[in-house]
């Protein structure tokens, strides 16, 4: 059987995520909850990923939050607070960087790779404005995860590297919204048939969990 890692393993997507990567792989589970895996601190992500072995065939990355404890994302300007713009843009953005760094040399050449953002932080898209922490530290994770794709690639020819929108899922992340969500295990199924239908052509790119591409 061939390893998969799912850093993120206790959100609501990430648990969904490694529960059906079981069926196919043997999956490492990283939570901060369960393994205090902080992954805005570097050492934290030195201490619990340079000891993995892999060589994985399937890395998610599902960590985030839409805004640190105590605060809201912003629905103006005046908003904005530097420190809790800070810890997102660290969680959000950093976070994945650290990850990709600690774990590129431990794919396969064929590995699937997939971090999630959120379409919000599509520029392209952004009709409504605010959140404006939250849709730029994930703009930033996108440009993050473009990149990687683009060196992990040189070496790895047959890795795909993508963002990956998961949908409106239930989860605590979703909590009070309205919208309808798919469920988590939902999510999780659609998105890897999306990682397995991907092809390095695509790799570097930006996907819903229906495989549409997602404008920058
Ligand atoms: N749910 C949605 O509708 C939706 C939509 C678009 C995008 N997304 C994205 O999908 C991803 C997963 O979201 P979710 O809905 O599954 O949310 P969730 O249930 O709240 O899970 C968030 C995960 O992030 C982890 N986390 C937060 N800060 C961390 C840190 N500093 N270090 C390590 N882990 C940290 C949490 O770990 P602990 O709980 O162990 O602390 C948890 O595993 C996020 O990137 C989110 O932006 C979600």
């Not at 650290?98 to 999630?116: E, H, R, S, W």
Request: no cysteine.
């Amino acid at each position: 059987m061939e390893n998969a890692l799912v850093i993120g393993a206790s959100g609501g997507i990430g648990a969904a995520l490694a529960d059906a990567l079981a069926a196919t792989y043997h999956v490492a589970r990283l939570s901060r909850s369960h393994d205090g895996l902080d992954v805005a601190d570097p050492a934290s992500v030195a201490a619990h990923l340079d000891p993995l072995a892999g060589p994985f065939a399937r890395l998610m990355i599902a960590t985030g939050i839409l805004a640190p404890d105590g605060h809201t994302p912003e629905k103006s300007l005046d908003a904005i607070d530097a420190d809790a713009m800070a810890r997102t843009f660290a969680v959000n953005a950093i976070g994945p960087a650290l990850a990709l760094q600690a774990v590129a040399g431990k794919l396969t050449d064929d590995a699937k790779v997939g971090v999630l953002t959120a379409r919000v932080g599509s520029i392209g898209d952004n009709r409504m404005g605010g959140w404006y922490s939250y849709r730029a530290s994930k703009a930033a994770a996108n440009q993050i995860v473009h990149g990687a794709a683009i060196e992990i690639g040189r070496r790895r020819k047959g890795a795909v590297v993508v963002a990956l929108h998961p949908g409106t899922v239930e989860t605590p992340f979703t909590e009070g919204y309205t919208a309808k969500k798919l469920a988590p295990a939902d999510s999780a199924a659609r998105l890897l048939d999306v990682l397995d239908g991907l092809t390095p052509r695509q790799s570097g790119g930006f996907f819903d969990y229906a495989g549409e591409a997602i404008e920058w």
